[in-house]
């Protein structure tokens, strides 16, 4: 039972344009979200997090927004640059819970020169 | 800078070998981690530990071991590899109660 979903597996965007990338979660417990990076051979890198008390996070580029009461959140990337082309991960905890971190499929983004 | 560091890139093993994986963090967190990573289904926790010699089982432990000695290492063992075990494994180290986890480069492993 997925508990975290990322039901699109791959996504195609034109550089300069915005990226959008979606995530589901069914357990409502949940209350810390993640966004991580990863290149082939390499290891996931953190992108960006998102508390539940907060609906939005800005980092540069990336913008993580989150919907509690559809339990979805989604990561824009504006403007798209060919070298975020990676897998990008979605991933939640419970906050104080020592099991850390349960993570989505992953979506390949290709951003297009 | 924050460093996680597993000891090999590639590892080719036999069906039936024991094989040991290490990983190395030198951020002096409490939590270790262990994760494979398989196309499709993203990563599955096989097992984690919170301080030095406890252990705790995640989605899949099934033929795997893990030992921590000390803080700073954590091994995961296949006990007779198997070709179902042929996979991308992740470790990764936290602090307690933070979100981030950090992450080494990755094994990837091969069972022939």
């Known amino acids: 039972d997925q508990q975290v979903k990322q039901n699109s597996p791959s996504l195609s965007v034109q550089e300069g344009r915005i990226s959008i990338l979606n995530c589901d979660y069914t357990?409502?417990?949940?209350?810390?979200f993640l966004w991580y990076k990863k290149y082939p051979a390499e290891g996931p890198t953190f992108l960006i997090s998102?508390?539940?008390?907060?609906d939005k996070n800005e980092d540069g580029r990336f913008t993580v927004f989150l919907n509690k009461s559809a339990k979805h959140l989604s990561l824009h990337i504006v403007p798209s640059q060919p070298g975020d082309s990676a897998v990008y991960f979605c991933?939640?905890?419970?906050?104080?819970?020592?099991?850390?971190?349960?993570f989505g499929s992953g979506t390949q983004l290709t951003v297009l020169p | 800078d924050v460093k996680v560091t597993q000891s090999s890139r590639y590892l080719v093993k036999r069906t039936g070998e024991k094989v040991f994986l290490e990983c190395v963090q030198d951020?002096?967190?409490?939590?270790m981690f262990w994760y494979r990573q398989d196309p499709g289904l993203g990563l599955r926790l096989i097992y984690f530990?919170?301080?030095?010699?406890?252990?705790e089982k995640g989605d899949i432990p099934e033929g795997y071991s893990v030992s921590r000695e000390k803080k700073e290492r954590f091994s995961l063992i296949l006990e007779s590899a198997s070709t179902n075990q042929t996979s991308m494994y992740l470790c990764?180290?936290?602090?307690?109660?933070?979100?981030?986890?950090?992450f080494g480069q990755g094994t990837r492993l091969t069972v022939v």
């Open positions: 990764a180290s936290s602090l307690s109660g933070m979100g981030e986890a950090f």
């Open positions: 357990n409502s417990m949940f209350d810390y």
């Open positions: 998102i508390s539940s008390i907060k």
């Open positions: 991933a939640a905890k419970i906050s104080g819970s020592a099991r850390q971190l349960t």
């Open positions: 951020m002096d967190h409490e939590n």
């Open positions: 530990s919170y301080d030095v010699k406890m252990k």
